[in-house]
């Protein structure tokens, strides 16, 4: 008898002590998370791009040939921005920084002439600027 009210005892004990779950508050959520997580949301939060479209008018594997594309477009349009991208095999010079395809479209009527290619991209465009 002794031996089952011991044993009763102490699986009573044991398993009152291993109950995990803690007790939580209605209505409030704990997130245990890495502190690298909230720094990669802020870093997220100031960068400074949107979706939106450029336009392509220069690709050649000799970036001479790229830079002097460059040169003429800034030449002829100063205030519209230029990226020089590479993508293996090629250089890539790609302008502008447009909300809208329409946007895009209307300065690629203008430039066509100009330069032997000219493609509108879906890019990630930095915030255009305030002219």
Not at 108 to 115: A, D, I, L, P, T
């Amino acid at each position: 008898m002794q031996k089952t009210i011991f044993f009763l005892v102490f699986s009573f004990s044991i398993s009152v002590s291993s109950f995990a779950q803690s007790v939580a508050h209605i209505g409030s959520i704990d997130v245990l998370a890495d502190s690298r997580i909230e720094n990669l949301v802020t870093i997220e939060k100031t960068i400074d791009e949107i979706t939106g479209y450029r336009l392509q008018i220069c690709f050649d594997s000799d970036k001479n040939v790229v830079d002097e594309a460059r040169d003429r477009f800034l030449k002829l349009y100063p205030l519209i921005a230029t990226y020089v991208e590479f993508e293996a095999p090629h250089f890539n010079l790609k302008v502008g920084d447009f909300r809208t395809r329409l946007e895009a479209e209307k300065v690629k009527r203008e430039v066509f002439g100009e330069f032997v290619i000219c493609i509108i991209h879906q890019d990630l465009i930095q915030l255009p600027r305030i002219d």
